[in-house]
């Protein structure tokens, strides 16, 4: 474990505002992204001698382009409603990771370059001048934000935090202060199809292990298809799938749904990654590259439906942007939405009662969920109103007999982050990570206090690797995340006629 002082769990059940320490995370910075990770994605290896005018001429095509952003800029009135809601902060007590005081980071230099006063009486607006200083702490605490956007439920203006630190990521990465991990990963899917760098032998490979798997377990051959042309389904998913622990387990349960429903689907080796990691970097270009790649499967394969797996921020893309990125799906099947995600899919099934389950098989498990952020505030499920928090919960239901909710005030559109999406989900963030997991651990232990919940179930690969990671510095044990597709798996009941 790394070196640093995990913070204590609280004893009860209201969320605590930490004592101020000005500066504490200030050291928290991810490895800078060097020329052979930077290149591919079209961004300059380091800093050149005008990067200070690049990113003040950076900021203002962002300005022009995303309207939103200027607004954002203008309209805070610093009333202080956000300053408890982010997990960091409440995580780490560093005053800058109060979203109001991180998002000012950017405000002082638009201010100082784009507005009137700014430019004529900058210290009394608050406008700053874009030093190498600034740009540092821009670094730090831009990467101090997972994007989870719970902020802004309750800013009464509505500003997205998220928005504004895409915004900043995509200046530094313009000027050639980009971040290693994000940034490495989109070049592996750009050169091979997946964030893990995973070639088409290695995942046929992968695949027919997991085929011999289920064999062994069930007696039943459950296919694992890949670029399998005529299926009727493209599956879209994170490529943790394909190897982690308690991913595989969700793919697995893919699996026996679509065996048991008897509907044909094949994975991609072309597009064998959900994640797009572009969202986390503020590049729309990054993120249509990426979308592109699952359009070419789709119509290279000559599927009928693309569903996407368990992962927070795919779907967000998918369900917000994919049309817009990859669009239009006019070849695809009109009967069914694009895209659709893998819950969407299952619930459908088992409200019709085409799957068999028998709950008593997660006897052992008492269960809660998290929502995860990126499914919470930026997206939706099914045809009704809060489907995303619905259609989770009502899949877990049918699968186990005992189930618990965490706190209201946590859960829902109000959910506090795993602490490690938005692309911070790097060991030399752990520190961070740790930290910002502090809200959801102590809803965890409430809940496990109260009805010995054994188990957290989650749709989102960042929040399961997160947690896998995070949950020892707490107490708890790594295998206490799960997917919500393994419940599934395993009361699935198959009949070998399938």
């Known amino acids: ?57 950076k900021l ?58 700014g430019k004529y009486f900058p210290k009394l607006v608050g406008a700053t001048d874009l030093t190498e200083e600034v740009l540092d702490q821009w670094y730090s605490y831009f990467h101090q934000c997972s994007e989870c956007r719970r902020c802004s439920v309750y800013c009464p203006y509505g500003i997205d935090t998220a928005e504004i630190t895409m915004a900043t990521r995509d200046i530094m990465n313009a000027v050639g202060k980009g971040q290693k991990y994000s940034n490495e990963i989109i070049g592996k899917v750009f050169k091979i199809g997946n964030n893990l760098g995973l070639p088409q032998p290695a995942l046929e490979d992968t695949l027919l292990g997991l085929e011999e798997d289920v064999k062994d377990d069930t007696g039943i051959d459950v296919r694992f298809p890949l670029d399998e042309k005529g299926a009727e389904v493209l599956v879209v998913t994170p490529s943790a799938d394909f190897f982690a622990e308690p991913h595989i387990d969700g793919l697995i349960g893919y699996a026996k749904v679509f065996h048991a429903a008897g509907i044909s689907w094949t994975l991609s080796s072309h597009a064998s990654e959900a994640a797009n990691f572009g969202l986390f970097i503020g590049s729309g270009e990054n993120m249509k590259r990426i979308a592109m790649r699952i ?10 439906r693309i ?36 819950c969407e899919f299952t619930h459908d099934l ?59 005030e946590t859960i829902g559109e109000g959910t506090f982050c795993c602490g490690g999406g938005g692309g911070l989900l790097t060991d030399d963030l752990m520190e961070l990570r740790v ?64």
Request: net charge neutral.
């Open 435 to 498: 930290k910002g997991a502090l809200p959801r651990m102590n809803a965890l232990k409430q809940v496990v206090d109260e009805h010995e919940v054994t188990h957290m179930a989650a749709i989102c690969a960042i929040c399961k690797s997160q947690f896998s990671k995070v949950l020892p510095y707490y107490g708890f044990q790594m295998d206490q995340i799960i997917s919500v597709h393994q419940l599934v798996s395993d009361a699935l009941v198959l009949d070998a006629k399938q």
């Open 295 to 304: 359009r070419e499967a789709a119509l290279d394969l000559g599927v009928k």
């Open 60 to 117: 203002g095509e962002l300005l022009q382009s995303n309207r939103a952003l200027q607004v954002f800029m203008d309209s805070c009135v610093k009333c202080g409603a956000c300053t408890d809601k982010c997990h960091y902060f409440l995580g780490t007590s560093d005053p800058r990771n109060m979203p109001v005081a991180r998002q000012d980071l950017l405000r002082g230099v638009y201010r100082r370059y784009f507005t009137l006063p």
């Open 350 to 408: 088992i409200q019709r009662g085409v799957l068999t389950l028998d709950k008593s098989r997660n006897d052992h498990r008492r269960v809660t969920f998290h929502d995860s952020c990126n499914v919470a505030r930026a997206s939706r499920m099914g045809d009704m109103p809060g489907g995303q928090f619905i259609i989770p919960r009502e899949i877990i239901k049918a699968t186990c007999n005992h189930f618990h909710d965490m706190a209201p």
């Open 1 to 57: 474990m790394a070196n640093f002082d995990t913070p204590e769990l609280t004893e009860t059940d209201t969320v605590e505002i930490p004592a101020l320490k000005s500066g504490v995370m200030s050291h928290s910075k991810p490895f800078v992204s060097k020329e052979q990770f930077q290149a591919p994605l079209g961004f300059p290896g380091e800093l050149a001698d005008n990067w200070k005018d690049v990113a003040i001429n």
């Open 307 to 342: 569903i996407f797996g368990e992962c927070g921020h795919a779907w967000r893309v998918a369900y917000s942007y994919l049309n817009t990125l990859a669009g239009p799906f006019d070849f695809l099947d009109p009967r069914y939405p694009v895209p659709q995600h893998i």
